[in-house]
Structures are given as C-alpha cells and as structure tokens.
C-alpha cells in the first residue's frame, strides 16, 4: 500500500505548506481535510455505507455515503470525485456534486488517534441503483438504500450502529424535510 500524505492546515482551515504521513497526522492531531458525500435518489432515500471489520476508526459502523480525506495536492472537488470513484465506482461529473459547507471537527479515538479535520459536505442527487455501484472492500462491507423517514428514525432514536454526524443530520433535515416529508 502506497503511503498516504496529507496536507497539513492550521486552526483555520488555510494550507500550511507542509505535508504529513496520514498515521503521523492522526498519531499528532494535526489539522487536515477530508470530503464527506451524501447520495439520496429522487425517491428520497439516503445511501448508506457500512464501514468494514479492518478499518482504524469506527469499524463496522454505518455512515456516510462516501467520504475520505483529501490526499496532499489535491482540492475538495477532485478529492469528492476520487472517493466516489474509488468507495463506489460511480463516476461523477462536477456539475453535479452540490457543496453545502466546511465542517470543522475534533474527535479522539484513542491517544494515539485524533481525528481533526475540515469536511467538505458535499450532496450527490442520483438515481444510480444499488446494482449500478461496486464499493471497495477494503474500505466497506455493505451498502444500501434507506428511506429518509426511516433514516431521520434512525438519527432520532440514536441507531447504536450508525455513526452520529449531528451537524451533518440537522443540515440533511433543513434540506430535505420539506422534499421528503417529516
């Protein structure tokens, strides 16, 4: 497996010039980027993935469509692009991710694993079917489509297995609540 470098940030946001190995970065806590992509068909369900057995943090759980961190050199867009391609073999054009914001988080999952980040919130409006994805194993072990009222069910009741991205939720429920009922 090629080593992974990651453009470092500051506090801010702002590149610093200076590239890191992505476990230093994580070993260190330094400031970094990373792409978070929510797919929903015009059916109004959310794509949700479940992480695999292997992964660093949050094994097994269930979470964003597609998501990753932005290797050193590249931008937001191309990054989105890439996780899309490489989590789920969809090929996107960039007309047709719709960025919502940057998040700024904190998290530490052990002493030697924290996770600061800025994430790039993306929306993927597709009708691509299960069958026309093909996710990276190495990464997932299963994908699928859940109903947005049963999705916001899942948030509301705290689903022990699905990963709690509250600011990203409320932002979903703003979006969609309206499109999608309530």
């Not at 453009?7 to 978070?36: F, I, P, Y």
């Not at 049963?150 to 009741?157: D, I, Q, R």
Request: with cysteine; hydrophobic share 35%; glycine share 4%.
């Amino acid at each position: 497996m090629a080593k992974e470098y990651f453009d470092l940030l500051d506090e801010n946001g702002n590149k610093t010039g200076k590239t890191k190995l992505r476990s230093e970065v994580h070993r260190d806590g330094d400031w970094h980027k990373a792409v978070h992509i929510w797919i929903i068909n015009s059916n109004g369900e959310i794509l949700l993935q479940r992480r695999c057995a292997t992964k660093d943090s949050n094994p097994n759980m269930l979470d964003i469509s597609s998501a990753g961190h932005l290797s050193a050199g590249d931008d937001s867009l191309s990054g989105a692009i890439r996780e899309l391609k490489e989590e789920l073999n969809l090929d996107v054009e960039p007309e047709e991710l719709q960025f919502i914001k940057t998040l700024k988080r904190s998290s530490k999952y052990t002493a030697t694993f924290i996770n600061n980040e800025f994430d790039d919130l993306y929306i993927l409006r597709t009708n691509k079917r299960i069958e026309d994805m093909r996710f990276q194993k190495e990464e997932i072990s299963e994908i699928f489509f859940v109903p947005y009222k049963k999705f916001k069910e899942m948030v509301t009741n705290k689903q022990p297995d699905l990963l709690m991205h509250t600011e990203e939720f409320e932002i979903l429920f703003n979006m969609f609540d309206n499109e999608f009922g309530r």
